[in-house]
């Protein structure tokens, strides 16, 4: 039972993830920037962590990568291309390279 609920638990955090990530479909500004709840971060690089209900948008030529823990910890959950942005409505943390 405990495997089960385990399970279920790792599919509604995966489910929450990918339902979050919307956005356009549009290329990068090249304006090399990270837009986080209303803070804009220029030539972001490293990990950022944030809270729930976050809104993240990708301006860089890189992909981002989602986390699913705060300090780019724990599995890798998704990625969000340039020029996208994410909503995710639990918190996680976001690497630029």
Not at 23 to 34: F, I, K, P, T
Not at 62 to 87: E, K, R, S
Request: with cysteine; aromatic share 14%.
């Amino acid at each position: 039972m405990r495997r089960f609920i385990s399970t279920l638990g790792s599919l509604a955090a995966a489910a929450v993830l990918v339902i979050g990530l919307g956005g356009s479909a549009h290329a990068s500004s090249g304006s090399d920037e990270l837009h986080l709840n209303g803070y804009t971060f220029h030539e972001p690089h490293g990990c950022y962590t944030f809270g729930n209900f976050s809104r993240v948008t990708n301006h860089t030529d890189n992909p981002a990568v989602v986390f699913a823990y705060p300090y780019c910890f724990g599995p890798q959950l998704g990625i969000i291309p340039p020029g996208d942005t994410a909503f995710l409505l639990v918190k996680r943390s976001v690497w630029f390279g």
